[in-house]
């Protein structure tokens, strides 16, 4: 007992001697007190007193600070070393951003999903996905994991959640999700090919902190099944909550398309539809047109043939649904059907007229077509005079 009062009376000296920065008797010389855990550990071998200050965040040695306090008297009536703190900042450097890593979900593991999931595990993101359909052995091939169960998908708590369902099927593939089992703060991105919708739904339906990245990457499995060099992502910041890991988690998302080579395009979702009717849409529509027509190779193709049967061919990978999707969801579409067929209309009656006149020719003698030619521009010089009377 005499021991333990000793100590705790030291204890109190030292105490007073950190407030007031004055040296104490207790305070043996040249001995260290450090602060790294709350127990109190006396040894009977060593005078001296070590204290240990460490909470339980404190032992995350990348994002919290470990701070050691070191006193140092040479004699009791010496002045005490001040207080050295040896404190690491909660900041993270452009590096440690580059080397960031998160666990991606992906709803929907057709195709595309799984053209998607191969890129971000081969960049060291740990990569999630449910489906309604198994695709267990696939995405075990992929190095992805699968779940049949989607609360068991929502369980494993995914940083980040692709929706890549089906355009007609994504209002209901959404409204099924259990939000209660993710992260208050996850991230949802779409990557449809239509954006207004997808954009408005996301926000009626998610709960409100949940932050919202509408995306179109503006290539598929098989226009992308190289290099995405140069190829187009489109993207729109919807709604981001406050703090710098969910803009980190943002840009490092970003960053995943901009460093496969991708060519970044910031635009609203509406600026996005308008464009896309009249370049992604049509596309799509000449293709099937002429994958209706059955074209096939042929001994003498040319350039420009070969690439309409590429074409065709990409348009054919593609489901009718997709097709569908684009068509039934952008309201710009209807118009550009419009305009498809105007100009087809337009280009046809040219062709037609101008066969019109020489099959007349043929049949009727070209002296025959000059005289009615004459008659008719007499008829309006006459009409033209009687206007003027």
């Known amino acids: 007992w005499g021991y333990l009062n000793c100590c705790f009376s030291s204890m109190i000296s030292l105490n007073s001697a950190f407030i007031s920065n004055k040296p104490t008797s207790s305070c043996r010389p040249g001995k260290r007190i450090t602060f790294v855990q709350p127990i109190c550990s006396l040894n009977k071998r060593n005078s001296g007193i070590a ?32 207080l050295q703190v040896n404190a690491t900042t909660e900041t993270i450097d452009s590096d440690q951003e580059d ?36 695709y267990d052995k696939v995405a075990k091939d992929l190095g992805v994991g699968f779940y049949s169960d989607i609360d068991d998908f929502c369980e494993e708590h995914p940083e980040i959640i692709i929706l890549a369902s089906s355009i007609p099927s994504t209002e209901k593939v959404l409204t099924s999700i259990p939000f209660q089992r993710l992260k208050r703060n996850t991230l949802f991105v779409d990557v449809l090919s239509v954006k207004v919708f997808p954009k408005y739904l996301l926000k009626r339906v998610l709960p409100p902190n949940m932050d919202i990245l509408c995306t179109h990457p503006m290539f598929g499995p098989d226009s992308g099944r190289g290099s ?5 992502f489109m993207y729109e910041r919807v709604q981001i909550g406050p703090g710098a890991y969910r803009q980190r988690r943002i840009e490092t998302f970003l960053r ?28 799509h529509t000449v ?33 009718f649904e997709l097709y569908y999707g684009l068509f039934l969801y952008n309201r710009s579409a209807a118009d550009e059907i419009s305009r498809l067929e105007a100009a087809f209309k337009s280009i046809k009656k040219q062709l037609f007229g101008r066969l019109d006149n020489i099959a007349r020719e043929m049949l009727l003698g070209s002296a025959v077509i000059e005289a009615e030619k004459n008659s008719s521009s007499s008829n309006n010089s006459s009409d033209s005079g009687i206007g003027k009377q």
């Not at 994002?63 to 050691?68: D, L, M």
């Not at 979900?105 to 449910?130: D, E, M, P, Y």
């Not at 995405?228 to 187009?232: H, K």
């Not at 209706?292 to 593609?318: C, P, Q, R, W, Y």
């Open 256 to 283: 995943f398309f901009r460093d496969q080579g991708c060519r970044m395009v910031e635009m609203s979702c509406e600026e996005h539809d308008r464009q896309a009717a009249s370049t992604q849409f049509i596309t």
């Open 228 to 232: 995405w060099n140069g190829l187009n």
């Open 287 to 319: 293709g099937r047109i002429l994958g209706a027509m059955d074209l096939k190779s042929t001994d003498i193709d040319t350039k420009g043939f070969e690439a309409l049967l590429n074409l065709v061919n990409n348009t054919a990978n593609d489901s």
């Open 51 to 82: 204290l240990s200050s460490t909470s339980s965040t404190d032992r995350n040695a990348e994002t919290k600070s470990k701070r050691t306090v070191k006193v140092k008297a040479e004699n009791t009536s010496a002045p005490v070393e001040p």
């Open 99 to 134: 080397d960031l890593k998160f666990t991606v979900g992906i709803i929907g593991f057709g195709k595309f999903g799984q053209f998607l999931a191969k890129r971000l595990v081969a960049s060291g993101h740990k990569v999630l996905a449910t489906s309604r359909t198994s």
